[in-house]
């Protein structure tokens, strides 16, 4: 099952990163000025990650794919890493919509 993890940054923003069944980061958020903010971040992720629409299938200016997340306003939530390929960007994708929804909430902040 996968995990919402709050921290805060050097900078005291808070952020959010979606992990995995398996301790991979597969979302990591944009910066919040507050805690509450954030959660309302992972409320987004939640609801916007089940609809295909909200993810931007992007290419790096290296080359490689990788995602961002959209609430419905438009704004990015967050964005995955680097994939090596189209497939592999298809698949973490796939896991965000399978982990987002039931994923708890740990605060490390």
Known sequence: MGKFEIKKDKSGQF????KAGNGQVILSSEAYKTKSACENGIESVRKNSKNDGMFDRKVAKNGKPYFGLKASNGQEIG???MYASASSMANGIASVKKNAASAKVVDNS
């Open 79 to 81: 964005a995955s890493q």
């Open 15 to 18: 952020r959010f990163n979606l």
